[in-house]
């Protein structure tokens, strides 16, 4: 059964650090993984990756995949209130080209000033 | 170009009604993907339509069923509500190749 587990659940940070977020999954037949924001409602999109070692960036965000290890990282440098949110990850079903997401329990980030 | 919308965005029904969820896709898009999002499971897959034809489900009970229109709009209906259905309810929209979905707003169902 296709699982995506992620690290750790929440974290409390103060502004300015740098945070790691961890992504595992078992998947039949990988295609992507996704990154994803939660602060309020929708999430937001915010990576996919398909290939091992080739590093994402979208301003302070960085994202990477390791397809031996089966794992990705979200990294985010010189964090801000406004990262604050449920960081949510997740890989399309691995038995069929369709559109099903499955999702971690997600990370929820607390940054303090 | 506007993004995924849903309506209502809040909705208040009792146990034993029935309920009509409506999605708007991302001009282009012909894929739409319904979630269920409740904070004990997380964002759980309810369905997914592409060119108005039902091609992937989740587990979910036969209460729970949906439909998509020629213009890629969607509706998900959920019958004899219980009160374990109050939750966020997600709609995602992606080209035909289907991995990166763009989410609406969702709408929030409470039963009474």
């Known amino acids: 059964e296709d699982k995506v587990v992620q690290s750790p659940l929440s974290l409390v940070v103060h502004e300015g650090d740098t945070v790691t977020l961890n992504c595992s999954y078992e998947?039949?037949?990988?295609?992507?993984l996704l990154w994803y924001k939660q602060e309020k409602k929708a999430p937001t999109f915010l990576f996919m990756l398909?290939?091992?070692?080739i590093e994402k960036k979208s301003g302070r965000l960085s994202s990477i995949l390791d397809k031996k290890e089966l794992f990705s990282i979200l990294n985010i440098t010189a964090t801000q209130t406004g990262d604050s949110a449920v960081y949510l990850c997740a890989v399309p079903h691995g038995s069929s080209n369709t559109g099903k997401l499955i999702f971690g329990q997600g990370t929820t980030l607390q940054v303090k000033p | 170009k506007a993004g995924v919308t849903q309506t209502p965005r809040y909705l208040i029904k009792t146990r034993g009604q029935q309920v009509t969820l409506s999605c708007s896709p991302i001009s282009g898009h012909r894929s739409v993907s319904w979630y269920q999002q409740t904070p004990g499971q997380g964002l759980q897959f309810l369905f997914e339509?592409?060119?108005?034809?039902?091609?992937n489900k989740g587990n979910f009970p036969g209460r729970f069923s949906g439909r998509q229109f020629s213009n890629s709009r969607s509706e998900m209906n959920v019958s004899t509500l219980e009160l374990g259905d109050s939750a966020l309810y997600l709609c995602a929209s992606s080209l035909a190749y289907p991995d990166t979905q763009y989410f609406g707003p969702g709408t929030r169902l409470t039963v009474l």
């Open positions: 398909t290939s091992s070692g």
């Open positions: 998947v039949t037949n990988f295609r992507s």
């Open positions: 339509y592409f060119s108005e034809t039902q091609r």
